[in-house]
């Protein structure tokens, strides 16, 4: 499937789960009102086939996160032994995915200091939302930094990945891949493509699941439609709200990056990225925008065909900044959204797995990543995952602008590894 192929079929489902929501809060609620034909049976079937839609989603995270981590890693560490330029912008890409990490936890959590969720919308939404059969302990929390070390090495990794101790199963993928990269290629190759191919099954199942979306999504809905009525539907608006907000200041922060360490004025930095803005607007996809990203920063930012040739195509790869702040940012409404505690050590922990999530996730729409990227990091903070599917009903708003970030930052990233080696504005030399 090509690229505009995959990202016309996933703008066209974004639009249709949406509407699955709407018709789903609605139907709850008319039902809320004038009754349901069937009564109880009825509920508890529809409800039965949304959480076999949500099981079919849980089912995948393991061995996808698992096969990413390790295929992302191999990836970065080939990249960075073809050469000094390589290794360059992988160091410049991991600073600038730590410095971002940093900001969307405190972006995150300012936003909800300033503009905190409606109480009683929470109420009707969680209300309606299916519950979590398990019970889990926050990251950091009982046990303090001893229990929180020791789960950073699970003794049994296949128990580990049972009991959806992510964090431990993160860090053996991580140990893994590159463990990976000493063994000799003869032996690294097959290891390699053996958990490519499994990324590409767990992602061709993804894509299955994602096309049941609107009859999942319409089922959860409902039930939280019924028991909440239309009142949830301001809490999703708050929602989006915080998530664009906390990516609105990222992308603007971007900015400052590129023309304090690209060495480039503000103007020009702008001028150059905007048409990528705007493919990526349209097409919510970043490898859709890797040709005008090449043009525009050889002709307009000063970038050598060497550097815009091994940089941005590298970067779509593995480098996703927007990745870990929008992450985050759900991760940390759902927290708000429960009213679940945020120490210190779950901030932390959720941030080191955010960023092991961004290497490997893949350049797609949103949708298809969503829940592959947000689940691990839930389940490490302690965070229950039933209301994710409603989340991911609205995502298609909040992708825009992961995408719209992602480009943005590659071409401030392509300038900075250019370096002092940037050519001039060919516009301010001419007097334009």
Known sequence: MTQSRTAALFSSLSLRVLLAL????????????YGIPGGTGTIALVEGLGQLWLNALRMTIIPLVFALLVTGIASIADAAATGRLALRAVVVFALLLVGATVY????SQGLHALWPIDPEGARLLLAGAPGDEVVRENVGGGGGLAAFLTSLAPSNPIRAAADDAI???VVFAIVFGFATTRLSARLRQPLTVFF?????????????????APIGVFALSLGVGLRAGLGAAGVLGHYIALVVLALVGLILLTYVVAVVFGRVSLGRFARAVAPAQVVAFSTQSSLACLPVMVERAIDRLGVSPATAGLVLPLAVAVFRITSTVANLAVC?????????????????????????ISVGTVGLPGQVSFFASIAPIALVMGLPLEVLPLLLAVEVVPDIFRTIGNVTADLAAARIVEGRDATADPEAASGI
């Open 22 to 33: 709407a018709a789903g809060l609605a139907a709850g609620a008319a039902a809320q009102t």
């Open 104 to 107: 969307g936890i405190v972006a």
């Open 167 to 169: 964090l431990g199963i």
């Open 196 to 212: 490519e191919a499994v990324a590409e099954t767990m992602i061709v199942i993804v894509h299955w699941v994602l096309r049941a």
């Open 332 to 356: 940390i409404y759902v927290a708000h959204l429960y009213g679940i505690a945020l120490t210190p050590g779950v901030l932390f922990a959720g941030g080191v797995t955010a960023l092991a």
